[in-house]
């Protein structure tokens, strides 16, 4: 605690304390992390019939938790057309809350409750304006008592001022799914530790020391949540030697158990959880979006979600959107239902066929094609659910327009997350490439880009608070709308469509080599759909691919091509499936690099020798086993539980090898790396303890993948004579 | 058994099939929307209009009409359900609810609240199919949540009568044994 009367600083942690109402730890400008208490009442509320509102209270005054029990009657429920007069539970102490609420729902589960479940943070974030890293300045008793709090910045500022955080890495020596780890390895700036993991003591003790010296604001780990911290923990119970993962004394560290679940029609695996108080713990393997956007994009998220830093890592783009719906309800005081019980008004079969059609796709026309810009509309289904007003009441009419009425909930919502993106966007686009500030924009603009992406979901997502299927289904209605009316500003202007889908036009003109030789059109559909549109970019050749199995039936979002600014773009091909072997995509992608050289669809078959020596090139280093067998993984996801399986996929094979030799489970969802290997079984587990022998390899189904991914691209850009067989291809890769 | 035979008696018909058999209950929504007014509640995001469409064409020149007699709304939380459930008023129109387990299954509910809610669902679905025929398509639970077969079995003893597109035995383990791996039942392929 800190005697100090007033603090500025960032806020780095928030939850709720048994004795304190809520613990607030400030990163402060004066370079020290303080412990702060607030008071922070919680307050939720029930509906139903008056006697049972009266029971209700009764229970609740029998309680040893106190409350204070007030009628309400200013909240709106979005779903219901009045308001009702509420009974508000005002619990003091905001750790009470939660079992508090399970108790009352057990006993009163025909009631209707409202805020009951909503996190802390984003109570905490609608009364104060908090976010993580927020900037404040506090005032504070001698004892840590918070009396007052000012928020100095905004989530939606493009540069929020950031405190130097300590950072400790902490990751074993050994991927210990793949081995026995021996010892642990630690960075934090210059300083590099390594500790053995055996024995246990000397290692505990030494990490204790360092923590305690560090006092690390992060632990960054790899497989920290799901084996490192578990492992520390049950090292430090079994010596009695307490380690200091958490800043905050006396606390246990939160934990959830790991699951499978079903998410978008395929089961995806969580594993476990470890949480820190006072201190962030990301695991970079167990965080939901790490590849994508690394930490900037955590803080990002953190920031324009309100939740906390440790959750936004690991929760999905989903559950940040559907925060920010529940932050902005309570900031409108709207209710947050605990349970959405309103469902589909009934409509009839062929009212559902009129409105339920999802995105627009016009079947690209299958060629190569020079002088060809790219269009997209700009975060095309928030800027209609913003553009449009759509929200839950606001009660989308059959033909949504562009409107000017008090914008709902979901609009309010989104608007200033969408005006940063695109402000971002822009930024980024005049930004040079040494720019030290483009890796983070980037990084942020992609955590805000996941939350647009998940926002139109969640208007027709089961789980979500504020869902309404008929509001989903109106923005893909205008979204309809919008790319028929781009289509026809574009042939107005003399541009022959190749393809539309769902958010992006692809035009060709003749001559059309400029960006300003767009600038009209892009105008024009603008003003006829009210949407932002922009010029992805002008290529200089691009090949929409034909069906592998009819190649005469074209198929969306299959193409590949190159800018004109050399930038190469792929969509469908063997490069961007998450099951390729990397040796297979990287073949494909250089083939496609080579071409890329060429200036215009017409050059292209000045390209086809160099080309083909490299595929040569590729394909001899395998058969002479010089790739590396890192490079041959083909990474699978399960489907189900293994003894499901009545004919087992390769990766299910591979899980069941894992499970014979080393006794390790794999539960649905979870992803499996593997060699295909000739003979029974036909897979090595990379997993297993004894690594494959490489004479063992199954180099001719490689040698199949690889040629299937170059036939995708010389077949596709029309370079090879036309026998669609195999064999032709074969013959031309051998010199 | 690839088609259910029409429903004609008030009673309270389920259909247990893997995928809850929903391309025979998309033909039967065809073949009942000919003859007149039904009524469709989709449970499991089930409910796909141009396969009907395609079979009422087979039946009739007459397709909107035929498509307007289908009055559906869909559920996507078992508490949607029951609240559908609970606003459907008793009538001699058939009634067919296409997956009605599904959103039990959600492993996010805690079981015991979703038996709670199935009991508050069966008597709805008895007092509607004491004025016209209901019927109820379900599958069994994924790996995911085997545990929550006996959400299956209580469908099952609230039925009038069971119509089996899974093999007999299995569905004389789900009425009988309680625990979905000693069964051997199918689980519903993910």
Request: hydrophobic share 40%; with cysteine; net charge positive.
């Given at each position: 605690?800190?005697?100090?009367?007033?603090?500025?600083?960032?806020?780095?942690?928030?939850y709720?304390?048994?004795?304190?109402?809520?613990?607030?730890?400030?990163?402060?400008?004066?370079?020290?992390?303080?412990?702060?208490?607030?008071?922070?009442?919680?307050?939720?509320?029930a509906?139903?019939?008056?006697?049972?509102?009266r029971?209700?209270?009764?229970?609740?005054k029998?309680?040893?938790?106190p409350?204070?029990?007030?009628?309400?009657?200013?909240?709106?429920?979005?779903?219901?057309?009045?308001r009702?007069?509420?009974?508000a539970?005002?619990?003091?102490?905001?750790?009470?809350?939660?079992?508090?609420?399970?108790?009352?729902?057990?006993?009163?589960?025909?009631?209707?409750?409202y805020?009951a479940?909503v996190?802390?943070?984003?109570?905490?974030?609608?009364?104060?304006?908090?976010?993580?890293?927020?900037?404040?300045?506090?005032?504070?008793?001698?004892?840590?008592?918070?009396?007052?709090?000012?928020?100095?910045?905004?989530?939606?500022?493009?540069?929020p001022?950031?405190?130097?955080?300590?950072?400790?890495?902490m990751?074993?020596?050994?991927?210990?799914?793949?081995?026995?780890?021996?010892?642990?390895?630690?960075?934090?700036?210059?300083?590099?530790?390594?500790?053995?993991?055996?024995?246990?003591?000397?290692?505990?003790?030494?990490?204790?020391a360092?923590?305690?010296?560090?006092d690390?604001?992060?632990?960054?780990?790899?497989?920290?949540?799901?084996?490192?911290?578990?492992?520390?923990?049950?090292?430090?119970?079994?010596?009695?030697?307490?380690?200091?993962?958490?800043?905050?004394?006396?606390?246990?560290?939160?934990?959830?158990?790991?699951?499978?679940?079903?998410?978008?029609?395929?089961?995806?695996?969580?594993?476990?959880?470890?949480?820190?108080f006072?201190?962030?713990?990301?695991?970079?393997?167990?965080?939901m979006?790490?590849?994508?956007?690394?930490?900037?994009?955590?803080?990002e998220?953190?920031?324009?979600?309100?939740?906390?830093?440790?959750?936004?890592?690991r929760?999905?783009?989903?559950?940040g959107?559907?925060?920010?719906?529940?932050?902005q309800?309570?900031?409108?005081?709207?209710?947050?239902?605990?349970?959405?019980?309103?469902?589909?008004?009934?409509?009839?079969a062929?009212?559902?066929?009129?409105?339920d059609?999802?995105?627009?796709?016009?079947?690209?026309?299958?060629?190569?094609?020079?002088?060809?810009?790219?269009?997209?509309?700009?975060?095309?289904?928030?800027?209609?659910?913003?553009?449009?007003?759509?929200?839950?009441?606001?009660?989308?009419?059959?033909?949504?327009e562009p409107s000017?009425?008090?914008?709902?909930?979901?609009p309010?919502?989104?608007?200033?997350?969408?005006e940063?993106?695109?402000?971002?966007?822009h930024?980024?686009?005049?930004?040079?490439?040494?720019?030290?500030?483009?890796?983070?924009?980037?990084?942020?603009?992609?955590?805000?880009k996941?939350?647009?992406?998940?926002?139109?979901?969640?208007?027709?997502?089961?789980?979500?608070?504020?869902?309404?299927?008929?509001?989903?289904?109106?923005?893909?209605?205008?979204?309809?709308?919008?790319?028929?009316?781009?289509?026809?500003?574009?042939?107005?202007?003399?541009?022959?469509?190749?393809?539309?889908y769902?958010?992006?036009?692809?035009?060709?003109?003749?001559?059309a080599?400029?960006?300003?030789?767009?600038?009209?059109?892009?105008?024009d559909?603008?003003?006829?759909?009210?949407?932002?549109?922009?010029?992805?970019?002008?290529?200089?050749?691009?090949?929409?691919?034909?069906?592998?199995v009819?190649?005469?039936?074209?198929?969306?979002?299959?193409?590949?091509?190159?800018f004109?600014?050399?930038s190469?773009?792929?969509?469908?091909?063997?490069?961007?499936?998450?099951?390729?072997?990397?040796?297979?995509?990287?073949?494909q992608?250089?083939?496609?690099?080579?071409?890329?050289k060429?200036?215009?669809?017409?050059?292209?078959?000045?390209?086809?020798?160099?080309?083909?020596?490299?595929?040569h090139?590729d394909?001899?280093?395998?058969?002479?086993?010089?790739?590396?067998?890192?490079?041959?993984?083909?990474?699978q996801?399960?489907?189900?539980?293994?003894?499901?399986?009545?004919?087992?996929?390769?990766?299910?094979?591979?899980?069941?090898?894992?499970?014979?030799?080393t006794?390790?489970?794999?539960?649905?969802?979870?992803?499996?790396?593997?060699?295909?290997?000739?003979?029974?079984?036909?897979?090595?587990?990379?997993?297993?303890?004894?690594?494959?022998?490489?004479?063992?390899?199954?180099?001719?189904?490689?040698?199949?993948?690889?040629l299937?991914?170059?036939?995708?691209?010389?077949?596709g850009?029309?370079?090879?004579?036309?026998?669609?067989?195999?064999?032709?291809?074969?013959?031309?890769?051998?010199? | 058994?690839?088609?259910?035979?029409?429903?004609i008696?008030?009673?309270?018909?389920?259909?247990?099939?893997?995928?809850?058999?929903?391309?025979?209950m998309?033909?039967?929504?065809?073949?009942?929307?000919?003859?007149?007014p039904?009524?469709?509640?989709?449970?499991?995001?089930?409910?796909?209009a141009?396969?009907v469409?395609?079979a009422v064409?087979?039946?009739?020149?007459?397709?909107?009409?035929?498509?307007?007699?289908?009055?559906?709304?869909?559920g996507?939380?078992?508490?949607?359900?029951?609240?559908?459930?609970?606003?459907?008023?008793?009538?001699?129109?058939?009634?067919?609810?296409?997956?009605?387990?599904a959103?039990?299954?959600?492993?996010?509910?805690?079981?015991?609240?979703?038996l709670e809610?199935?009991?508050?669902?069966?008597?709805?679905?008895?007092?509607?199919?004491?004025?016209?025929?209901?019927?109820?398509?379900?599958?069994?639970?994924?790996?995911?949540?085997?545990?929550?077969?006996?959400?299956?079995?209580?469908?099952?003893?609230?039925?009038?009568?069971?119509?089996?597109?899974?093999?007999?035995?299995?569905?004389?383990?789900?009425r009988?044994?309680?625990?979905?791996?000693?069964?051997?039942?199918p689980?519903?392929?993910?």
């Open positions: 605690m800190t005697p100090a009367s007033e603090l500025t600083g960032w806020l780095f942690d928030l709720a304390d048994p004795q304190d109402g809520v613990t607030l730890w400030l990163l402060g400008d004066d370079g020290r992390r303080h412990r702060l208490r607030q008071a922070f009442p919680i307050t939720f509320y509906a139903g019939p008056p006697a049972r509102l029971e209700l209270c009764r229970f609740l029998s309680q040893p938790v409350v204070e029990l007030a009628r309400e009657e200013r909240r709106r429920d979005l779903f219901q057309p009045s009702q007069p509420l009974l539970v005002r619990v003091l102490l905001a750790s009470d809350q939660p079992r508090l609420f399970r108790q009352v729902a057990r006993r009163f589960p025909d009631l209707t409750y805020d479940d996190h802390l943070s984003l109570r905490h974030a609608a009364v104060y304006g908090t976010f993580p890293l927020a900037r404040c300045r506090v005032q504070a008793g001698p004892d840590g008592t918070v009396t007052a709090l000012e928020v100095l910045d905004s989530p939606w500022d493009l540069d001022p950031r405190p130097e955080l300590r950072i400790l890495e990751e074993p020596d050994v991927d210990p799914a793949r081995g026995e780890p021996a010892a642990l390895e630690l960075r934090s700036g210059r300083l590099r530790y390594r500790l053995p993991l055996r024995p246990a003591r000397p290692l505990l003790v030494n990490l204790r360092i923590l305690q010296r560090l690390p604001d992060l632990l960054l780990t790899n497989r920290g949540d799901t084996w490192l911290l578990p492992l520390l923990l049950d090292l430090s119970e079994e010596h009695d030697l307490p380690l200091p993962l958490n800043r905050a004394p006396g606390r246990g560290v939160a934990r959830r158990g790991e699951r499978s679940y079903f998410s978008y029609g395929r089961i995806v695996y969580r594993g476990s959880q470890v949480m820190l006072g201190r962030w713990h990301i695991d970079r393997a167990n965080a979006m790490w590849n994508d956007y690394a930490l900037e994009g955590v803080l998220s953190a920031r324009v979600t309100s939740l906390p830093v440790q959750e936004a890592a929760l999905s783009p989903g559950t959107i559907s925060s920010m719906q529940i932050r309800a309570l900031v409108q005081g709207v209710l947050v239902p605990w349970r959405k019980q309103q469902s589909e008004q009934p409509k009839t062929l009212q559902l066929i009129e409105s059609q999802g995105g627009m796709v016009y079947q690209p026309l299958i060629g190569v094609y020079s002088s060809v810009g790219a269009l997209d509309f700009i975060s095309m289904y928030p800027s209609i659910m913003v553009r449009c007003n759509i929200s839950p009441e606001t009660v989308p009419l059959r033909h949504v000017d009425a008090d914008p709902g909930l979901v309010r919502t989104l608007a200033p997350l969408l940063k993106r695109v402000a971002l966007k930024r980024l686009a005049g930004m040079p490439g040494w720019d030290p500030r483009r890796a983070t924009d980037k990084a942020r603009s992609s955590a805000q996941w939350l647009l992406v998940t926002c139109f979901g969640y208007l027709g997502y089961k789980n979500a608070r504020f869902g309404q299927i008929e509001a989903h289904e109106a923005v893909t209605a205008y979204g309809r709308e919008a790319l028929m009316r781009a289509k026809e500003a574009a042939e107005d202007h003399g541009f022959t469509v190749l393809h539309m769902v958010d992006g036009l692809w035009l060709h003109r003749p001559g080599s400029q960006p300003a030789d767009f600038e009209p059109v892009l105008m559909i603008l003003e006829r759909t009210g949407l932002p549109v922009s010029l992805d970019g002008i290529y200089k050749w691009v090949a929409f691919l034909p069906s592998r009819d190649e005469r039936t074209p198929v969306p979002n299959r193409y590949f091509g190159a004109q600014d050399g190469i773009k792929v969509r469908g091909l063997a490069c961007r499936r998450h099951d390729s072997p990397a040796w297979v995509g990287s073949l992608m250089r083939l496609i690099e080579i071409f890329a060429a200036g215009s669809a017409e050059e292209l078959p000045d390209y086809l020798n160099e080309a083909l020596n490299s595929l090139r394909l001899t280093a395998l058969s002479e086993g010089r790739v590396p067998l890192e490079e041959l993984l083909v990474t996801r399960l489907s189900r539980a293994l003894d499901r399986y009545t004919s087992p996929s390769p990766a299910a094979r591979a899980a069941l090898q894992l499970r014979q030799v006794g390790r489970e794999m539960r649905p969802g979870q992803k499996v790396r593997f060699l295909f290997t000739r003979g029974e079984p036909g897979v090595h587990a990379w997993d297993l303890p004894e690594p494959p022998d490489p004479r063992q390899i199954d180099r001719e189904r490689y040698r199949e993948l690889a299937r991914a170059a036939r995708e691209v010389l077949e850009l029309r370079v090879l004579p036309p026998e669609p067989t195999l064999l032709p291809l074969e013959k031309y890769t051998r010199r | 058994m690839n088609e259910l035979a029409l429903p008696e008030p009673q309270l018909l389920v259909v247990v099939a893997p995928h809850a058999a929903r391309d025979q998309l033909e039967l929504a065809a073949t009942l929307a000919v003859r007149g039904l009524r469709v509640v989709d449970a499991g995001n089930q409910f796909n141009y396969p469409a395609r064409r087979r039946h009739t020149a007459r397709m909107r009409a035929a498509l307007e007699n289908i009055r559906l709304a869909r996507f939380t078992c508490y949607q359900v029951l609240a559908m459930l609970e606003q459907l008023q008793p009538s001699s129109q058939p009634t067919l609810v296409f997956d009605l387990l959103t039990f299954y959600d492993e996010d509910v805690p079981l015991p609240q979703s809610l199935l009991d508050q669902v069966l008597p709805h679905l008895s007092a509607l199919s004491k004025a016209g025929p209901v019927v109820v398509s379900a599958r069994p639970p994924g790996t995911v949540v085997a545990e929550r077969l006996p959400l299956l079995q209580k469908l099952l003893d609230g039925a009038d009568a069971v119509y089996p597109l899974l093999p007999p035995e299995a569905l004389q383990a789900a009988r044994l309680p625990a979905p791996r000693q069964l051997g039942l689980l519903d392929p993910d």
